[in-house]
């Protein structure tokens, strides 16, 4: 058995970006990572991804990109070389390949059992990421055997698939990031559309995140929105990091022939349904676009900005047709579907008691209910960007300040 201040469980950017900070308050700690530094980066991200953040947009602690091509979008391997290289800077106290295999209280703290011993700690932090397992609808089940399912985590690239249509369901940044390659591999796609967040890549001369960041977008505080749960389970933003800066949205992957239907209902043997409300997501999501370029607009404005950054052409209102409401998949030539439907968190060897009714942890800014156990990098945690690469770092100061003070008064009972 072995013993330390702080057990980190997770080696990515969370859990780098928590040990820069522990180790700068000279803070005893372990990270522990089941896999190598970045391992979903590495194992669970298809081929051609790159990041929806342009590259100077990577800051963690005490680190940050000094590239010469700021404005691009690292590709995933990029982005394991980031990580890496961070680590390398301070030497983090990383054991790689090893697995936490359970979590529970002691009298003074916490017991960390792993396949390679047991570990002692009066503080854990959980920063194992937001994207943890893909989400699938329940109704996946009720699907004719012989169509293949596929989720974004075992996806690399087209060729995977079998001949023949793809329905692909979720039209955030992974649905339609993944629509438009398997699209241009020669696959039919057919797309089922839900709620979603349209932005354009570039605007008024400028990637649309560096508005959002000098306008302070993201860095709103939970105590900022009116429902912090909500904006939790917002979806991911309809972006692409591409080469040639293009913007991603319905109107752009129709262009390319994608058949765009509405939200994903459920299934029932070969046949799958639809909702009729495709007109509403896309009208909702072109008037929060609208209200989008309106503030970054007001925000030119007030900075007497507007001789740098011109007025620049808006996108224009997306017009569909009407859809299907249902589909034989089998008739249509559909031999797969992809279920880009999100993200959810497990957590399957934690022995203690602080998973709400769904699964995930209670926690408020990365503090759960228990006494030392915190989370670091789940979304919407303490910030709007505290899942982002750029802005999980402020949360691992705020939550590494928190533990140092813990840490170096006696332990009390209840604290």
């Known amino acids: 058995m072995k013993r330390t201040d702080v057990v980190v469980i997770g080696g990515g950017q969370a859990g ?10 000279a803070v005893d700690h372990v990270v522990l990572e089941r896999g190598r530094i970045g391992e979903r980066w590495r194992s669970e991200r298809w081929d051609s991804l790159r990041m929806l953040t342009p590259r100077w947009q990577s800051r963690l602690p005490g680190w940050s990109y000094r590239g010469p091509d700021p404005e691009g979008f690292m590709t995933k391997d990029e982005v394991v070389a980031y990580l890496e290289g961070y680590g390398h800077s301070f030497s983090p106290p990383i054991r790689t390949g090893v697995s936490v295999l359970c979590v529970k209280r002691t009298d003074d703290g916490f017991a960390v059992e792993t396949d390679g011993g047991e570990w002692r700690a009066r503080n854990v932090v959980i920063a194992t990421g937001a994207c943890g397992k893909a989400r699938v609808p329940s109704s996946a089940a009720d699907l004719d055997a012989e169509i293949g399912q596929v989720v974004p985590t075992a996806y690399r ?27 241009a591999s020669g696959r039919p796609v057919t797309l089922a559309v839900g709620r979603h967040t349209r932005l354009p890549r570039r ?17 709103e505080t939970a105590d900022d929105v009116q429902d912090i749960e909500r904006s939790r389970r ?16 319905l109107a752009r992957v129709r262009d390319l022939g994608v058949r765009v239907v509405g939200r994903f209902q ?34 030119v404005s007030d900075m007497g900005w507007g001789g740098r950054f011109p007025n620049g052409q808006r996108p224009s209102p997306i017009d569909l047709p009407p859809a299907a409401t249902r589909l034989d998949l089998t008739a249509e030539g559909i031999r797969t579907v992809l279920w880009a439907t999100g993200y959810r968190r497990e957590y399957p060897w934690l022995r203690i008691p602080v998973l709400d009714p769904n699964g995930e942890l209670q ?3 990365g503090v759960t209910p228990v ?45």
């Open 16 to 25: 780098l970006a928590m040990s820069r900070s522990l180790t700068d308050r």
């Open 157 to 183: 690239n087209p060729s995977q698939l079998a001949d023949g249509g793809v329905l692909v369901v979720g039209a955030s940044a992974t649905g339609i990031q993944l629509a438009a390659e398997i699209q």
């Open 203 to 219: 605007y008024r001369g400028r990637d649309i995140m560096a508005w959002l960041d000098d306008m302070g977008v993201l860095d």
């Open 234 to 249: 917002q979806r991911s933003l309809q972006l692409i990091g591409s080469q040639d800066h293009r913007s991603l949205d």
């Open 266 to 299: 459920g299934a029932e043997g070969s046949r799958a349904y639809f909702s009729d409300d495709l007109h509403v997501s896309v009208a909702e999501a072109d008037r929060k676009l609208t209200r989008q370029l309106d503030q970054i607009d007001r925000f």
């Open 363 to 365: 926690h408020v800014g």
């Open 371 to 415: 006494a030392g156990l915190y989370a670091l990098g789940l979304p919407f945690q303490r910030r709007r960007n505290s899942s982002f690469l750029d802005g999980v770092g402020s949360d691992a100061i705020e939550l590494a300040n928190r533990i140092w003070k813990r840490t170096t008064r006696p332990v009390l009972v209840g604290v």
